[in-house]
């Protein structure tokens, strides 16, 4: 499996939660959702990639890449709410699944 330059090693399933970002956390807290939210774009990448691989519907690989695409969207934008900027690499991945799926 090709990893990332801006991705981490698999370290367990993020769940689903959304993390809050609120402005009273603090930068330890900041930082374990940033990773938490990370882990669950590398998952939801694995989840794709499995996808692929077993040859699935394509339902279910439509299925995986709108996931994908959510725990993209939830890292951009912990991200930029940290003040970070989001990698160009996460940035190109978000347009080309967007345009996928026809969401500007």
């Known amino acids: 499996m090709r990893r990332r330059a801006w991705g981490c090693r698999r370290s367990g399933r993020f769940g689903g939660r959304v993390a809050s970002s609120g402005d009273d956390a603090g930068p330890r807290s900041r930082v374990r959702m ?4 990370r ?6 990448r694995i989840d794709v990639g499995v996808a692929r ?7 279910d690989l439509r299925a995986a ?14 991200l ?6 989001a990698p160009h690499e996460l940035r190109s991945e978000l347009a080309t699944l967007r345009s996928v799926f026809g969401e500007p």
């Open 39 to 44: 882990t669950g774009v590398e998952d939801a």
């Open 34 to 37: 940033l990773l938490a939210l």
């Open 53 to 59: 691989r077993v040859g699935t519907s394509a339902r």
């Open 80 to 85: 930029t709410a940290a003040g970070l900027a």
């Open 65 to 78: 890449q709108r996931g994908l695409l959510a725990a993209l969207e939830r890292y951009a934008t912990a």
